[in-house]
Every structure is written in structure tokens, then in C-alpha cells.
T-cell receptor
Framework: NAGVMQNPRHLVRRRGQEARLRCSPM?????VYWYRQLPEEGLKFMVY????????ESGMPKERFSAEFPKEGPSILRIQQVVRGDSAAYFC??????????FGPGTRLTVT | AQSVTQPDIHITVSEGASLELRCNYS??????LFWYVQSPGQGLQLLLK??????LVQGIKGFEAEFKRSQSSFNLRKPSVHWSDAAEYFC????????????FGTGTRLTVIP
């Protein structure tokens, strides 16, 4: 059973561009979570999704950030008009039910 | 307010020595507790978890953790550290039944010296 897949692993964007981060959960997992890790900090929860539904987006910035988990295909975290402060590692996790989350390798976003 | 604290930012131990990493939380009830390990440039791997029952839990790679309700702690231990254990260790907490987001501590970086 393959683990949680994330791509790309590294992404470089200029200020003002869009960043699209993809996450494929483990087989059989219907819960997806996105976290952000700033340098020298722990992970901060952003959003929790199930297929076609956003369950909890309490950690998402109000502007420029959006997430989706369509019926088919990976979950997408989208950041519009990126700024330097968006530079971070973005981790996706999936779980089969609740609580026991399995993390992907992360996408490291650099905004120049 | 709910919080997770890892008081040690960086710990250095000799290979073969014992290890204890501290984790404290602030919450009015018993949360669900986790320890994750992150190697440089990698994702997080679950070491162990506590939901209920026996307060001493065994995990992978020879790690164990003990939940102490009176101290609101969930410290991670290993009797003999190997060089490959050098990594960043994160304590994580799910505070509410039905809440799926994890709160992470700021991490403890472990260095292992020969």
C-alpha cells in the first residue's frame, strides 16, 4: 500500500504567481488534512476535507488560499498571488477514519 | 487555552545513552496524544499514540511513552539511542472528540554523538 503522495516535492514561484500543491491519500483513506510548517516551527493545521466536502477550514488564511478534494483525483491546495511569507513546507495527511493521520513527504514552496 | 509544549528545543545524547523527550499539554480533559518523528527533508512518521487504557504505550523503533494525567504529560523515552534516531521529534494532540486537526508542539531536535 503506497503511502501518502505529494507533488511536487519542491516548488518555486515568483511573487504574484499561483501555487498548486497536490496530495493523493493512501488507498482507502477518505479524510485529508493540510498542514503548514514554517522554518523552525511545528506544523499548523490548515484544513480538513472529505471527498467533495470541506469539513474544517479554521486554519486557512481568509484570502488567497483554497482547498478541494474532488470525487476523482487528488486533493489540491491552491495559493493565489503568492507572497514571500507563504514560503514553507506544506504537508498533507490522510486517515481511514479519525485521528491516526499518515503524512506525506511534503511540498517545499519557495517564493522568490 | 489549549496548548502543547515541548520545553526542550535541542537535546544532545551519546549513542547508547537513554533518552527522554518532554511533552506537556493544557486541556481540561484527556486528549488523544501522539509522537511523530521527522528526518531532515522528510515527512512525519507516527511513532506511537495514546487514546485510552494502559498509560505506557509502546511504539516503533524501540520507543515508548507514558501518559501521566496528573502532570498533563506524555513523555517519549528510549532506553538506548542509536545514531539513526537523530531527527526532529514532534508531540501532537487532538483536543476534542470529533475534532480531527492535530495541534503540534514546536519540536525537539535530537542530536546523537558517537
Amino acid at each position: 500500500n503506497a503511502g501518502v503522495m505529494q507533488n511536487p516535492r519542491h516548488l518555486v514561484r515568483r511573487r504574484g504567481q499561483e501555487a498548486r500543491l497536490r496530495c493523493s491519500p493512501m488507498k482507502g483513506h477518505s479524510h485529508v488534512y493540510w498542514y503548514r510548517q514554517l522554518p523552525e516551527e511545528g506544523l499548523k493545521f490548515m484544513v480538513y476535507l472529505q471527498k467533495e466536502n470541506i469539513i474544517d477550514e479554521s486554519g486557512m488564511p481568509k484570502e488567497r488560499f483554497s482547498a478541494e478534494f474532488p470525487k476523482e483525483g487528488p486533493s489540491i491546495l491552491r495559493i493565489q498571488q503568492v507572497v514571500r511569507g507563504d514560503s514553507a513546507a506544506y504537508f498533507c495527511a490522510s486517515s481511514p477514519d479519525v485521528y491516526e493521520q499518515y503524512f506525506g513527504p511534503g511540498t517545499r514552496l519557495t517564493v522568490t | 487555552a489549549q496548548s502543547v509544549t515541548q520545553p526542550d528545543i535541542h537535546i544532545t545524547v551519546s549513542e547508547g545513552a537513554s533518552l527522554e523527550l518532554r511533552c506537556n499539554y493544557s486541556y481540561g480533559a484527556t486528549p488523544y496524544l501522539f509522537w511523530y518523528v521527522q528526518s531532515p527533508g522528510q515527512g512525519l512518521q507516527l511513532l506511537l499514540k495514546y487514546f485510552s487504557g494502559d498509560t505506557l504505550v509502546q511504539g516503533i523503533k524501540g520507543f515508548e511513552a507514558e501518559f501521566k494525567r496528573s502532570q498533563s504529560s506524555f513523555n517519549l523515552r528510549k532506553p538506548s539511542v542509536h545514531w539513526s534516531d537523530a531527527a526532529e521529534y514532534f508531540c501532537a494532540v487532538a483536543f476534542q472528540t470529533g475534532a480531527n486537526n492535530l495541534f503540534f508542539g514546536t519540536g525537539t531536535r535530537l542530536t546523537v554523538i558517537p
